[in-house]
């Protein structure tokens, strides 16, 4: 057995929920952890408080200046905690800033990478998460896929199959560990709606448009509407606020603590999002989604039909989404869709991730060797 001294990077309130039972089963295997707070997210509910609620304390905190290059910001940030620690591995998880710049600093310190949630791809040329993902997906030496779909697309990409591993997604091990089980379908009511991502909240008519398919959700039952801070700045920029507060039937409110959002996702009806990770979560709990974007790195979702996307782009689009929230929220399918099995893990992910970091065998797949073409074959000889 293989232990190793792992840096774990972190940033956002997504990535802190995720990572916080891989690190616990990563430090209960023998690892050592560095576990680092990048700085992205500085709001006490999107980071402190869920830090602290699930037990994942940063050994280092970073803040990042308010405005200029937050990336590179970031990037400078995993250069020097990369110089100051003396580490076998970085671990990073998923599609926020925080991944590619400390695989690039983990790469320019000679240090082997491993990404988590590897493989996820929603094909849209204009996301900054998927070029994120994909530079991830050229730097890591290990490609920990949360399914077989994934682990695909990293092989179409042209992965070496023995460096893709299926260990399922740890948000559902989050889950398991918080005690969060599925609601019958005829003891839910209402609807959950989230929205952060700028593509919706950043341009003024798709916000005017989201507004509106808030007030027509209100005929399926009661609407709660946790406002991410970013979408609370752009409505009062845009003058907007009070116009979402007149509606009736929708509970406007802070972003909610990761268990009583939880509670509130399992006791709804449906959800509509721009989450990713929501997709997730909704998925184990059995809940329908409506997602408000045109593509989705979660397909799965998709391919089963307890997902349906459609952006907000157009009025058209905006009619479909609420057309789909009622057609998913009917008896008959919500029955349907609480039956089906979870596409995205069975909740050991972190013993998975842990074990396959002890195993010896990995010890080659982590090497970063020259490779050595003086007296040989050339590269694409070899294949």
């Known amino acids: 057995m293989s232990l190793r001294k792992i840096l774990v990077p972190f940033g956002t309130r997504p990535e802190v929920i995720k990572l916080a039972p891989v690190v616990a089963a990563l430090r209960a295997h023998g690892h050592t952890v560095i576990a680092v707070d990048t700085g992205q997210h500085t ?13 994942l304390t940063p050994d280092i905190r970073l803040t990042l200046p308010t405005g200029g290059n937050r990336l590179g910001a970031v990037l400078e940030g995993a250069d020097q905690v990369l110089s100051d620690s003396h580490v076998d591995l970085v671990l990073a998880l998923g599609d926020t800033h925080t991944v590619p710049a400390y695989a690039l600093a983990a790469r320019a310190a000679g240090v082997p990478f491993a990404h988590l949630e590897a493989g ?6 204009r996301s900054l998460e998927e070029v994120n993902r994909r530079v991830a997906a050229a730097v890591a030496q290990l490609h920990f896929a949360p399914t077989g779909r994934a682990a695909g697309f990293l092989a179409e990409e042209g992965v070496d199959a023995d460096r893709i591993f299926i260990v399922g997604n740890p948000v559902i ?8 089980s599925p609601v019958p379908p005829a003891d839910r009511t209402g609807v959950l709606v989230t929205a952060h991502r700028a593509t919706n909240v950043d341009d003024p008519e798709r916000l005017r448009r989201l507004i509106d398919v808030v007030a027509r959700l209100a005929d399926i039952g009661p609407v709660r509407f946790p406002i991410h801070p970013r979408t609370g700045a752009r409505l009062a920029e845009f003058g907007l606020a009070e116009r979402l507060a007149s509606v009736s039937g ?7 603590p990761y268990d009583d959002l939880l509670r509130e996702l399992a006791l709804s009806r449906v959800v509509v999002t721009d989450s990713g990770g929501l997709q997730e979560e909704a998925s184990y709990l059995g809940v329908p989604v409506v997602v408000l974007r045109r593509s989705t790195p979660r397909w799965e979702g998709v391919e089963t039909g307890t997902s349906v996307l459609t ?5 058209e689009e905006a009619d479909r989404a609420v057309a789909a929230a009622h057609r998913l929220s009917q008896p008959l399918m919500l029955a349907h869709i609480a039956a089906l099995p979870c596409p995205y893990g069975d909740g050991n992910t972190g013993t998975r991730v842990a074990d396959l970091l002890a195993d010896p065998a990995v010890e080659a797949l982590l090497r970063l060797d020259e490779p050595d073409y003086t007296d040989g074959p050339l590269p694409w000889a070899l294949a």
């Open 43 to 55: 709001d006490a509910v999107m980071a402190g408080d869920v830090q602290r609620d699930l037990g």
């Open 311 to 315: 952006g907000i782009t157009s009025d």
């Open 120 to 125: 996820l791809r929603s094909f849209n040329p």
């Open 173 to 180: 091990d989050a889950l398991r560990q918080r005690g969060i």
């Open 250 to 256: 929708v509970t406007c409110e802070d972003p909610l």
